[in-house]
């Protein structure tokens, strides 16, 4: 790409963060039907998942756990307990009530207008009562529902986040798809951008319970959307994934770590 073409690109990306003062009717404006609240369950394997006070909690000072907040690329073989998964989507996506005649949900994330437009979606590789394979969150029931078995999982998931094969060593990876006309519906053209700061609600949220689990993560932006939609079945239209983090256990040894990012003190940054 010329110089030329990058900097209009950079412009027109930029344009696209500004709020825009637009005159149009939105379709809830216009009456038209509300899209559902989640998505229809297609498969009949449903898993319920533990109560969020199972969940062992290791770090219950609010301070200390926005201290302890940071993005782990190494994690151990360790199993994750089906508790600490069940309390991370709850964290992240969970809902704690509806609004009118399943007009919003109100869920432990912030989002713009209660709209909630993403759809969690699991790999799981080394779960505690889970084969592995790919799920869907049911955040409604609080309950997963199973979708399909995965061949060549560690590849698969290394090749949808551009080869980041760290990621892939996590006992789960998390998609989170932008379910798009759910929020067009009310928002119209400005969706998508109020989309994107709603995504961030839901990463730091998950960050947060991963730091009071002793779990880690690391949100990802650097992914393949041709890939995470293929991998998950969706059509890339209508409902794409926007962001993604792998989710696993960690080890009190901090070496690990520290010797990924070697590249740092070895370039001098």
Same mark, same amino acid.
């Given at each position: ?53 199972? *969940?062992?909690?290791? +770090? ?5 756990? %926005?201290?302890?907040? $940071?993005?782990?690329?190494v /994690?151990?073989? #360790? ?41 969690t ?40 986040v551009?080869?980041?094969?760290w *990621?892939?060593?996590? +006992?789960?990876?998390l998609?989170?798809? %932008?379910?798009?006309? $759910?929020?067009?519906?009310? /928002?119209?053209? #400005? ?20 730091s ?11 992914f ?46």
């Amino acid at each position: 790409m010329k110089k030329v073409e990058l900097i209009n690109m950079i412009k027109t990306h930029r344009a696209f963060m500004k709020y825009q003062d637009i005159d149009f009717e939105s379709d809830q404006e216009l009456k038209l039907q509300q899209p559902p609240l989640t998505k229809p369950i297609v498969s009949k394997l449903i898993i319920d998942l533990p109560k969020i006070s199972d *969940a062992k909690i290791v +770090n219950s000072d609010i301070t200390k756990v %926005f201290y302890e907040r $940071r993005s782990h690329r190494v /994690y151990t073989d #360790e199993v994750m307990s089906l508790a600490q998964l069940s309390y991370a989507l709850w964290a992240s996506q969970g809902v704690k009530e509806i609004r009118g005649k399943s007009y919003a949900t109100i869920r432990t994330v912030a989002s713009g207008g209660a709209r909630h437009p993403f759809e969690t979606y699991i790999v799981v590789r080394n779960c505690e009562g889970l084969k592995p394979g790919v799920y869907m969150y049911l955040p409604l029931t609080h309950q997963l529902t199973f979708l399909k078995e995965l061949e060549d999982m560690q590849q698969v998931v290394s090749e949808s986040v551009c080869g980041q094969v760290w *990621a892939s060593k996590a +006992n789960v990876m998390l998609y989170w798809s %932008f379910v798009a006309y $759910r929020a067009e519906w009310r /928002y119209g053209p #400005e969706a998508q951008r109020v989309a994107l700061i709603d995504a961030g609600h839901v990463g730091q949220n998950l960050y947060l319970a991963c730091s009071a689990l002793g779990l880690g993560t690391c949100g990802i932006a650097a992914f393949d959307n041709e890939k995470c939609n293929t991998l998950l079945d969706l059509d890339g239209d209508e409902e794409f994934v926007v962001y993604c983090a792998p989710v696993g256990t960690i080890g009190s040894d901090e070496k690990a770590e520290q010797d990924f990012y070697a590249f740092v003190k070895e370039q001098g940054l």
